[in-house]
């Protein structure tokens, strides 16, 4: 705030205020300031990074095209990839929340985001063992979610696979 008061224009400032808002659930005064930030300096990454987030409570197609972009300038932002994947989930466009959540996966290997989507995808087309292979890599990040070992347990089941079946049970 300081920084502010001595420059309304420091864009690192009204960054930092934009993603501080953001993280207290202030969208709104979040979006104005890092719309500010991007009109002064349409380049920075991490202000559209941020602000394409923040539109994507409301603003799915803005929000979309904004994050392309921050993708298309630096392929590592994971904030963009992870919210890019869960927009083409929204929309049900499940081959490029794929690719998306696969990149989210090498950029953040612990974000359960990517294993529960791909698993979810891969679940919806019948690929049981592209799903089981997802919750596997879950149940290592996530040791206290019982649900997970669980439909595992019923994954291993359906493929008549019972000794794995039966460690996926007592896991859970």
Known sequence: DAALTKNPDDVDALVKLGWLLASGNDLAGAQKQLEKAVGLDPKNVRAREILGTVLSQKQKDKAKAMLE????????????????????????????????????????????????????????????????????????????????????????????DLPDAKSAAFRA
């Open 69 to 160: 972009g921050v993708v298309a300038d630096d392929p590592d932002r994971p904030a963009a990839v992870r919210t890019l994947g869960l927009l083409a989930m929204d929309a049900k466009d499940y081959d490029s929340a794929e690719k998306w959540f696969k990149r989210l996966q090498v950029l953040r290997p612990l974000d359960d985001a990517s294993y529960t989507n791909l698993a979810g995808i891969y679940l919806l087309r019948k690929d049981t063992k592209g799903a089981i292979a997802e919750l596997e890599e879950l149940c290592k990040h996530e040791q206290k979610d019982d649900r997970i070992p669980r439909r595992l347990a019923e994954l291993y089941a359906q493929n008549d």
